[in-house]
Antibody, heavy 118, light 113 residues
C-alpha cells in the first residue's frame, strides 16, 4: 500500500525556517518524481515544487523560489522541503504528492500544518 | 502562468441527479504533438487530501466510479457526475499540467439539495 507521511510542521515566526519531511513507503520511491502542494486554511490548492527521480532537476513556484529548497534521499525513501525566510502567507497545510509520470498527483499524504505568525 | 477558472463556485444537486462543473484555462492545454489535453480533476472531501479522479481530461483513474466523467479540449473542460451520491459531497478542483507552474482552479463545492 502506498503511504506518504509528512512531518516537521509547526508554528514559526516570520523570517524563520522549517524543514518538512515526507516518508514514503509501498512503492519504489526512486522511480517517481515527487511534489509539494500546499493549501492555506479554507483555501484552494497551490503547487509549490517538484523534484526529479534522482534529484537532479527541481522546479518551484515563483512565490517560493529562492526561499524553499526541495530535496530527496532515495536511500531513506524521504522527500524534504527546506523553507527559509517564512512569511505569513506561507501558512498552509503542506502535502507531499507522488507524480504518476505525467505531473498529476495520484497519491497524497495527509499533510503537515505550517503556521507563520509572531 | 496558466490561470484556471471554474464555474459555478458551488452547486446543490438532488441525490441521483446530474452535477456538472466547468473549468476553463487561460490558454490551451492541448499538446499538439500527442493530441492530449493536460487537464486533471481532483475530489477533496472535508478533512482529507485531494484524490485524483481524471487525467488527460477524460481518463478515469483506477477505482473511480464510472458516474464520474470528464470531457472537453483546448481551454474548456467539464466534469460530470451522472448520478450524484451522498459520498460525492466534496470540493472539486481542475488542474493543468501543461506547463509549470502547475495550477489549480479555485474549486467547486458540491452539496446535496
Amino acid at each position: 500500500e502506498v503511504q506518504l507521511v509528512e512531518s516537521g510542521g509547526g508554528l514559526v515566526q516570520p523570517g524563520g525556517s522549517l524543514r518538512l519531511s515526507c516518508a514514503a513507503s509501498g512503492f519504489t520511491f526512486s522511480s517517481y518524481w515527487m511534489h509539494w502542494v500546499r493549501q492555506a486554511p479554507g483555501k484552494g490548492l497551490m503547487w509549490v515544487s517538484r523534484i526529479r527521480t534522482d534529484g537532479s532537476s527541481t522546479t518551484y513556484a515563483d512565490s517560493v523560489k529562492g526561499r524553499f529548497t526541495i530535496s530527496r534521499d532515495n536511500a531513506k525513501n524521504t522527500l524534504y522541503l527546506q523553507m527559509n525566510s517564512l512569511r505569513a502567507e506561507d501558512t498552509a497545510l503542506y502535502y507531499c504528492a507522488r507524480d504518476n509520470n505525467w505531473s498529476t498527483f495520484d497519491y497524497w499524504g495527509q499533510g503537515t500544518l505550517v503556521t507563520v505568525s509572531s | 502562468d496558466i490561470v484556471m477558472t471554474q464555474s459555478p463556485d458551488s452547486l446543490a444537486v438532488s441525490l441521483g441527479e446530474r452535477a456538472t462543473i466547468n473549468c476553463k484555462s487561460s490558454q490551451s492545454v492541448l499538446y499538439s504533438s500527442n493530441n492530449k489535453n493536460y487537464l486533471a480533476w481532483y475530489q477533496q472531501k472535508l478533512g482529507q487530501p485531494p484524490k485524483l479522479l481524471i487525467y488527460w481530461a477524460s481518463t478515469r483513474e483506477s477505482g473511480v466510479p464510472d458516474r464520474f466523467s470528464g470531457s472537453g479540449s483546448g481551454t474548456d473542460f467539464t466534469l460530470t457526475i451522472s448520478s450524484l451520491q451522498a459520498e460525492d459531497v466534496a470540493v472539486y478542483y481542475c488542474q493543468q499540467y501543461y506547463s509549470t507552474p502547475f495550477t489549480f482552479g479555485p474549486g467547486t463545492k458540491v452539496d446535496i439539495k
